[in-house]
């Protein structure tokens, strides 16, 4: 089955700074990509997403890169805010898996006002 | 709230006492998929429903654990002789079929077995 592994566990900057976090993946089938944001005590929410057509896509101030022949992919968060701060998880998903996604472990972002 | 619900909200048990924990989909969606994280980890898939079918069971699904979505709507988890290593919180989501990337989260049961 997939395997993800996420890295860093826990990512500390100073508001302001960007942030980047990286998985890798098994697959070579799977072909899509969400990542997921998550508060204290609250759900994982879906804040962007790529496709394996894709090569990077961007919303405002978060965007994520993916390298197929590398089978790895990447959040890039740019002028980070203290509001940023939350454990974010990237998942991967594709006919190998039954379009179920494979969760990382997890990294756990702190902005620092 | 039109989003996945999912009861209760929080559930402290005894070890050796049966738990059940109910998940509502999106009233449209036809896949609704179980969940469970532990602390520091991302959510586990434990197993889906597509309309009334059970289609896939992860090995982390013991045979204490039983899951049922009999009209093809809200599902049921329930865990027998929960162990302290049952406690996490279990998460439901759902989508609209297979291909579906729209996968919403409810807000999860969070169980501690003391």
């Known amino acids: 089955g997939e395997n993800v592994e996420q890295h860093p566990s826990t990512l500390s900057v100073q508001e302001g700074d960007s942030a980047v976090i990286k998985c890798t993946y098994s697959?070579?089938?799977?072909?899509?990509f969400p990542w997921y944001k998550q508060e204290l005590g609250k759900r994982p929410q879906l804040i962007i997403d790529i496709r394996s057509n894709v090569g990077e896509k961007k919303d405002q101030r978060i965007a994520v890169t993916l390298n197929k022949t590398a089978k790895h992919f990447s959040l890039h968060i740019t002028e980070t805010q203290p509001e940023d701060s939350a454990v974010y998880f990237c998942a991967a998903s594709g006919p190998g898996g039954s379009y179920i996604p494979t969760f990382g472990r997890g990294t756990s972002l702190i902005v620092h006002p | 709230d039109t989003g996945v619900s999912q009861n209760p909200r929080h559930k402290i048990t005894k070890r050796g006492q049966n738990v059940t924990f109910r998940c509502d989909p999106i009233s449209e969606h036809n896949r609704l998929y179980w969940y469970r994280q532990t602390l520091g980890q991302g959510p586990e898939f434990l197993t889906y429903f597509q309309n009334e079918a059970q289609l896939e069971k992860s090995r982390l699904l013991s045979d204490r654990f039983s899951a049922e979505r009999p009209k093809g709507s809200f599902s049921t988890l329930e865990i027998q002789r929960t162990e302290q290593g049952d406690s996490a919180m279990y998460l439901c989501?759902?989508?609209?079929?297979?291909?579906?990337?729209?996968?919403?989260f409810g807000q999860g049961t969070r169980l501690t077995v003391v």
């Open positions: 989501a759902s989508s609209l079929g297979s291909g579906s990337e729209y996968r919403p």
């Open positions: 697959d070579s089938a799977s072909n899509y």
